[in-house]
Nanobody, 128 residues
Framework: QVQLVESGGGLVQAGDSLRLSCVSSGGPLSRYAMGWFRQAPGKEREFVAAITWRGDTTYYANSVKGRFTISRDNAKNTVYLQMNSLKPEDTAVYYC?????????????????????WGQGTQVTISS
């Protein structure tokens, strides 16, 4: 069973960068589309970025497009979220999630209810 563990969060200043990692400790991620979501205090969880299981297609929320990059290394069972030009409004708990795609090479989802497994989250705080 897939078990996801995020890391890389922290407290940084506006304009700085962070790279989040998400590792599967329980099974391979090679047939899973992966996504990153975030939840700020008092707000609903929102989609951030997604990537197909082969890593050849990515999709981003408008709020992070051009600043964030999702990538994956299936050999390491790891997904990354590179976050540049961070803003205070990026402050949230960031979650990675896995959505079983089988052999659908072009599949990804922006809907949290489609995802099968979730990590525990990592806090990202951006000071102004």
């Amino acid at each position: 069973q897939v078990q996801l563990v995020e890391s890389g969060g922290g407290l940084v200043q506006a304009g700085d960068s962070l790279r989040l990692s998400c590792v599967s400790s329980g099974g391979p991620l090679s047939r899973y589309a992966m996504g990153w979501f975030r939840q700020a205090p008092g707000k609903e969880r929102e989609f951030v970025a997604a990537i197909t299981w082969r890593g050849d297609t990515t999709y981003y929320a408008n709020s992070v497009k051009g600043r964030f990059t999702i990538s994956r290394d299936n050999a390491k069972n790891t997904v990354y979220l590179q976050m540049n030009s961070l803003k205070p409004e990026d402050t949230a708990v960031y979650y990675c999630a896995a959505d079983y795609a089988s052999y659908r090479m072009s599949y990804y989802s922006t809907a949290s209810q489609e995802y099968d497994y979730w990590g525990q989250g990592t806090q990202v705080t951006i000071s102004s």
